[in-house]
């Protein structure tokens, strides 16, 4: 009878719980405009959202945010975060967005996001002049086409998944720019780059030298990271809110003219 007790007791409780998680995650706009203030997780993913040594925050998704805290009529509050933290602070009411985020099948599970505002794609990148004639992805599936790519890493998973016949120079501690250098030197015939972060910066470095393909605005349909903002799990009427207003700045196209203004090789190679 006592052990019932205690099972019926585990269950109330359980309920309790999710039934009080529920109307606090339902509450999430209320709560933001009761509090005055919108919280940000401040996040380092360039040119989204990075800091200055000031600690100002600076990126797209800052002037994305201050204008939905104005529209809310409440103050941004951007709080240094780490990705590896981010979603266990939504979860703990930390912060109230999480920006920069890939949306993948994992996070979702605990926090939910918002529509994609801007997709990551992978793109091969060959130079222009490439005697193997790199013009279409089946060209860069052969054996006799190198790839430079940092071993264990995303762009290795592409090269694996998009051209498996084609043979990878792998190597350990390495930027992108130093992966371009290889092509850029005869090295290696291709790499894998994302767009448009990855590739503005290789174009600002050599313009006109590189072949991209698919395309700069047309990567691979391989892994590609569709980005949203990501808020506490149920919190149904602030997502609503949150879409609706990414819809009004892209309508409007204040969304394009601040991915025209940040998306540039200053902007994300470095904080000023």
Known sequence: MRSKVILFGA???????????????????????????LRIAGVLYRP???????????????????????DLGVKLNIINGEFATAVAGIAADKWDIVPAMC??????????FSESYIT???????????????????????????????SGSWSESVAMEAAPKATRKAFGQTTSSDLVQ???AGRADAVVLDTPIQITLAEGAYPGKFRIVPGRNEP???????????????????????N??????RNSGELAKLNEEYMKPEMIKATK
């Open 48 to 70: 989204l959202i990075a800091p200055r040594p000031n600690g100002q925050y600076v990126g797209i998704d800052v002037e994305v945010l201050k204008r939905m805290a104005a």
């Open 103 to 112: 949306i993948t099948d994992a996070r979702k599970k605990v926090i939910d």
């Open 11 to 37: 269950i109330a409780a359980a309920l309790v719980l999710s039934m009080t998680q529920s109307r606090a995650a339902d509450d999430v706009l209320g709560k933001i405009k009761e509090r005055g203030e």
């Open 244 to 249: 609706s207003f990414l819809t009004k700045l």
């Open 182 to 184: 290889e092509v850029v």
């Open 220 to 242: 691979l349909d391989v892994k590609a990271c569709k980005i949203g903002y990501g808020y506490m799990k149920g919190a149904d009427k602030f997502g609503a809110y949150i």
């Open 120 to 150: 990551i794609g992978a793109t091969f990148v060959a130079l222009k002049d490439n005697p193997k004639n790199l013009t279409t992805i089946a060209s860069f599936n052969r054996p006799e086409v190198t790839f430079a790519v940092p």
